[in-house]
């Protein structure tokens, strides 16, 4: 866990980018769902820069960083980030390589997994990643670290953040490569009632509801996005998106999704990953 400067403070809102699923390669030609995935990203860097007043104290990034799992590209997102000069905190996703990650992004300002306290807040990340595919699971070790993670911070607001989706989307093939024992998440965030929203990225689409007491929230891809409520995948108008929060030290959690409203989807991108693999349910 690492300490914030203001921790104890408590008294001033705390302002977060969150940007997901970025799905960068080690070239920078790379291109997913018909997207060349460095540029919607720095697209999506750019316009954050534009909503950062007052500036963001950190940048949380949810997630499938690198679509290639490759070195390169991790060091190449590092390099993209410094310029920031905030704490980023990244938490694995499923295209990942965790230990790569880990040990590229494991100096200061990056951060992967663990928690991070900001004033009245813990933001606690968990590795949902998962090495037998797509789907996400917390092992017993993770969900008895957050558990103790949000014991330890009784007397602060938590908000907890993972890779795979915490409720249902909706989509039956989008839910079938979800986080496979959802339930235990939500049985320990559920026994701790300062626990105030969980934060997610991997189904490239925004959503935002309530569940006990609990703000549950999704956010786009900084590259292509999935239609909702479908069936089967089918890719999305929407362009690349990103979500500011604002944590106050009351509580209270307010957020908005941002989409470049300049970044023009005329058709729908081609679904890359069944073109490769053939199969309608690997497309994440």
């Not at 989509?171 to 929203?197: E, K, Q, T, Y």
């Amino acid at each position: 866990m690492a300490a914030d400067p203001v921790s104890g403070t408590g008294q001033r809102t705390i302002r977060l980018l969150q940007v997901s699923d970025p799905h960068l390669f080690a070239s920078e030609r790379g291109e997913l769902y018909g997207v060349r995935t460095w540029d919607s990203f720095r697209a999506v860097l750019a316009s954050a820069r534009e909503v950062a007043n007052p500036p963001f104290d950190a940048i949380l990034v949810t997630g499938d960083v690198a679509e290639d799992g490759a070195r390169a590209t991790y060091e190449r997102f590092r390099e993209e980030m410094r310029s920031w000069h905030l704490p980023v905190l990244c938490i694995p996703g499923n295209h990942e390589d965790p230990a790569l990650m880990s040990e590229v992004l494991g100096e200061q300002p990056f951060q992967v997994a663990g928690s991070r306290d900001f004033g009245g807040w813990r933001v606690v990340m968990l590795d949902s990643h998962s090495p037998a595919g797509d789907h996400g699971h917390l092992a017993e070790a993770e969900l008895a670290r957050l558990d103790r993670e949000l014991s330890e911070a009784r007397d602060r607001h938590a908000l907890v953040c993972v890779h795979h989706q915490a409720l249902p989307m909706g989509s039956p093939w989008l839910d079938g490569v979800g986080l496979d024992n959802a339930a235990a998440l939500l049985d320990v965030v559920g026994r701790h009632d300062h626990v105030r929203g969980v934060l997610w990225g991997h189904v490239h689409q925004a959503s935002d509801r309530m569940h006990e007491g609990m703000r549950m929230m999704s956010t786009p891809s900084t590259c292509a996005q999935f239609t909702p409520l479908t069936e089967r995948c089918v890719m999305d108008l929407r362009p690349p998106g990103f979500r500011w929060l604002e944590l106050t030290p009351a509580g209270g959690i307010h957020t908005a999704v941002v989409w470049l409203e300049h970044w023009v989807v005329s058709d729908r991108p081609p679904d890359s990953r069944r073109e490769i693999d053939h199969d309608p349910s690997a497309v994440l």
